[in-house]
């Protein structure tokens, strides 16, 4: 899967594989599960994709973090 380097503060990266959004942070890559297309594409067109994530994602969609390899 693709992801979308953003201009943000907070988010690194951004991608979708046909469910679940992928968020990259300073701090490690998230999942949100069961996340629409239309929720992607506005979070791709946001301002803010920080403000965005906490108006529209966090707290509103289980998450795990992703456990990356070195």
Same mark, same amino acid.
């Given at each position: 899967?693709?992801?979308?380097?953003?201009?943000?503060?907070? %988010?690194?990266?951004?991608?979708?594989?046909?469910? !679940?959004?992928? %968020?990259?942070?300073?701090?490690?890559?998230?999942?949100?599960?069961? %996340?629409?297309?239309?929720?992607?594409? !506005?979070?791709?067109?946001?301002?803010?994709?920080?403000?965005?994530?906490?108006?529209? %994602?966090?707290?509103?969609?289980?998450?795990?973090?992703?456990?990356?390899?070195?």
């Amino acid at each position: 899967m693709e992801m979308i380097k953003v201009n943000s503060s907070n %988010v690194i990266a951004i991608g979708y594989d046909g469910k !679940d959004l992928h %968020v990259q942070y300073a701090g490690g890559t998230y999942v949100y599960e069961n %996340v629409s297309k239309e929720l992607f594409e !506005d979070l791709k067109k946001a301002e803010s994709k920080g403000k965005f994530m906490n108006d529209f %994602v966090k707290g509103t969609y289980k998450y795990h973090r992703l456990i990356e390899s070195k």
